[in-house]
């Protein structure tokens, strides 16, 4: 265990800390904030709470810079909440508790919620601070981004009053950041009838485990397995071999994770019981060959389970189907920008239980038509297989302005402080950027941060040294904004 507030700099990872110490899932962020504000007004700062939940609170200018621009700083509360099998954690009342592992902070178990935890005790610190000069400020602090943006939806137009903003929400340090994908959630149900569980019939529960996961959007082109696909591609083959019954399935914990885990309980004649094993164990063995150097971790598991009932066969072969066919990846790359995903799709949750089929696709893309394009197919697929479709949290994607004053300043800044030059880029994630700036289409914005790995997964983990740099480029930043025209 590491004391977290030890960490140099202190004024950041003290923040920090506190974010580790109250839970906050998405949309369970309320104890967070209300902390927050009254640790705010402590300070005599103002604060306001939007009706949408999100906290704002201002500062003003240090002496001497009155008439320097107004400036956001913005990050989100919430944090996406994953922990591995057998890993006892509950997000709702546990602490996230850190280990220092060269150099990286990392939660080993569980999320560590660096994503958004440290651009936040970042705006934090600079709130605290009495020794760094800055024009006014106001730090934005979002709800509900994990699980649909609903933060930043939910924003109201006219109340920021900086024309500057920092989002502090990426995770490679010495990239600025001048656009972000949009997205759409799209939510698919149907009911199924089942029969009696057939006699002489082995019950069976199939799992597939060990793959790495990670975030939907900024680790999609990897080529990491996802679970729900691998099993359901599993359960399809199956269905040649033997007469395989479904009974349920789960996979997956969140829309914006890659699946790591899903499991199957499926019934088979016990006559059948060498030929499954077989047909499982050469399955392992080609997924290991199909994603050796990528998620060669995979793992295939068979144990026993019981069950009464059984879907009806018609049922399943839609549902089965269906699933299979379901787009899952990159859709297309960007024909703008050189080596950045335009458009793709995670099949991040899929529940099969109790008579109701539930699935989450998040489909992405820099190009809002592209969204609705990948999503619209989606809604078709499943339209045909008897599903109800809805479409759920859209959220228009952040242009690229390469000529923009506030990014040309995070340039000069960084050479200036680091003797190096820094990189630009598109990211295929959901930054709230997009969203705010639909609200303030005249808010210059940048967003940046330190790196961090394995953001959505657990095991994730954010470089010590980063975040001292990244710390030390939003103070000199803040002190070379310009004056206001």
Same mark, same amino acid.
């Given at each position: 265990?590491?004391?977290?507030?030890?960490?140099?700099?202190?004024? *950041?990872?003290?923040?920090?800390?506190?974010?580790?110490?109250?839970?906050?899932?998405?949309?369970?962020?309320?104890?967070?904030?209300?902390?927050?504000?009254?640790?705010?007004?402590?300070?005599?700062?103002?604060?306001?709470?939007?009706?949408?939940?999100?906290?704002?609170?201002?500062?003003?200018?240090?002496?001497?810079?009155?008439?320097?621009?107004?400036? *956001?700083?913005?990050?989100?509360?919430? &944090?996406?909440?994953?922990?591995?099998?057998?890993?006892?954690?509950?997000?709702?009342?546990?602490?996230?508790?850190?280990?220092?592992?060269?150099?990286?902070? *990392? +939660?080993?178990?569980?999320?560590?919620?660096?994503?958004?935890?440290?651009?936040? %005790?970042?705006?934090?610190?600079?709130? %605290?601070?009495?020794?760094?000069?800055?024009? #006014?400020?106001?730090?934005?602090?979002?709800?509900? /981004?994990?699980?649909?943006?609903?933060? !930043?939806?939910?924003?109201?137009?006219?109340?920021?009053?900086?024309? &500057?903003?920092?989002?502090?929400?990426?995770?490679?340090?010495?990239?600025?950041?001048?656009?972000?994908?949009?997205?759409?959630?799209?939510?698919?149900?149907?009911?199924?009838?089942?029969?009696?569980?057939?006699?002489?019939?082995?019950?069976?529960?199939?799992?597939?485990?060990?793959?790495?996961?990670?975030?939907?959007?900024?680790?999609?082109?990897?080529?990491?397995?996802?679970? =729900?696909?691998?099993?359901?591609?599993?359960?399809?083959?199956?269905?040649?071999?033997?007469?395989?019954?479904?009974?349920?399935?789960?996979?997956?914990?969140?829309?914006? @994770?890659?699946?790591?885990? @899903?499991?199957?309980?499926?019934?088979?004649?016990?006559?059948?019981?060498?030929?499954? @094993?077989?047909?499982?164990?050469?399955?392992?063995?080609?997924?290991?060959?199909?994603?050796?150097?990528?998620?060669?971790?995979?793992?295939? /598991?068979?144990?026993? @389970?019981?069950?009464?009932?059984?879907? +009806?066969?018609?049922?399943?072969?839609?549902?089965?189907? !269906?699933?299979?066919? +379901? #787009?899952?990846?990159?859709?297309?790359?960007?024909?703008?920008?050189?080596?950045?995903?335009?458009?793709? =799709?995670?099949?991040?949750?899929?529940?099969?239980?109790?008579?109701?089929?539930?699935?989450?696709? &998040?489909?992405?893309?820099?190009?809002?038509?592209?969204?609705?394009?990948?999503?619209?197919?989606?809604?078709?697929?499943?339209?045909?297989?008897?599903?109800?479709?809805?479409?759920?949290?859209?959220?228009?994607?952040?242009? #690229?302005?390469?000529?923009?004053?506030?990014?040309?300043?995070?340039?000069?800044?960084?050479?200036?402080?680091?003797?190096?030059?820094?990189?630009?880029?598109?990211?295929?994630?959901?930054?709230?950027?997009?969203?705010?700036?639909?609200?303030?289409?005249?808010?210059?914005?940048?967003?940046?941060?330190?790196?961090?790995?394995?953001?959505?997964?657990?095991? /994730?983990?954010?470089? *010590?040294?980063?975040?001292?740099?990244?710390?030390?480029?939003?103070?000199?930043?803040? +002190?070379?904004?310009?004056?206001?025209?």
């Amino acid at each position: 265990m590491v004391n977290i507030a030890e960490l140099q700099p202190q004024a *950041v990872w003290e923040h920090f800390q506190t974010l580790c110490e109250i839970p906050r899932p998405s949309k369970h962020e309320q104890q967070l904030r209300d902390y927050l504000k009254g640790w705010a007004e402590l300070r005599g700062l103002q604060t306001v709470v939007d009706a949408a939940g999100n906290l704002i609170v201002r500062k003003p200018a240090t002496p001497g810079y009155e008439n320097r621009v107004g400036v *956001v700083l913005q990050g989100h509360l919430d &944090m996406v909440c994953q922990a591995n099998a057998g890993t006892e954690h509950d997000f709702f009342k546990d602490p996230v508790r850190p280990v220092l592992q060269d150099g990286w902070l *990392v +939660a080993e178990n569980t999320t560590l919620g660096a994503d958004n935890g440290i651009g936040v %005790a970042m705006g934090l610190a600079v709130l %605290a601070s009495e020794d760094i000069p800055h024009g #006014p400020v106001e730090v934005l602090m979002t709800l509900d /981004e994990e699980a649909g943006m609903g933060g !930043a939806l939910g924003l109201e137009a006219g109340l920021l009053q900086g024309s &500057m903003m920092i989002n502090i929400d990426t995770e490679e340090w010495g990239e600025f950041y001048m656009g972000c994908a949009g997205g759409v959630d799209v939510n698919v149900t149907r009911d199924y009838q089942t029969t009696a569980l057939p006699a002489a019939y082995a019950v069976s529960a199939l799992s597939v485990r060990g793959l790495k996961g990670g975030h939907s959007g900024a680790d999609i082109h990897l080529g990491r397995g996802n679970a =729900n696909k691998i099993l359901v591609r599993l359960l399809r083959e199956l269905q040649a071999d033997t007469d395989l019954r479904l009974i349920s399935f789960s996979g997956g914990t969140a829309r914006n @994770a890659l699946a790591r885990e @899903a499991q199957a309980v499926v019934a088979y004649p016990q006559q059948d019981d060498a030929k499954v @094993a077989a047909r499982l164990d050469a399955f392992q063995a080609l997924l290991r060959f199909e994603l050796a150097g990528v998620d060669e971790g995979v793992t295939v /598991e068979l144990a026993a @389970a019981s069950a009464t009932q059984v879907l +009806a066969a018609a049922d399943q072969q839609a549902i089965l189907a !269906a699933l299979h066919a +379901a #787009p899952h990846g990159v859709k297309r790359m960007s024909q703008r920008v050189s080596g950045v995903v335009e458009t793709s =799709n995670n099949l991040g949750v899929v529940r099969v239980e109790q008579g109701k089929v539930f699935a989450n696709l &998040m489909v992405r893309s820099l190009l809002d038509s592209g969204t609705w394009m990948l999503a619209r197919e989606v809604e078709s697929l499943f339209g045909l297989a008897g599903f109800t479709v809805e479409m759920e949290g859209g959220y228009p994607g952040w242009a #690229p302005n390469p000529q923009s004053p506030l990014l040309a300043l995070f340039q000069q800044v960084y050479e200036r402080e680091f003797a190096a030059k820094s990189g630009v880029q598109v990211i295929h994630a959901g930054l709230e950027c997009g969203i705010i700036g639909s609200k303030y289409p005249d808010m210059d914005m940048v967003s940046f941060g330190p790196t961090i790995r394995g953001a959505h997964a657990p095991g /994730e983990r954010v470089e *010590v040294e980063s975040v001292g740099k990244a710390w030390q480029l939003l103070k000199a930043v803040l +002190a070379a904004l310009p004056e206001r025209s």
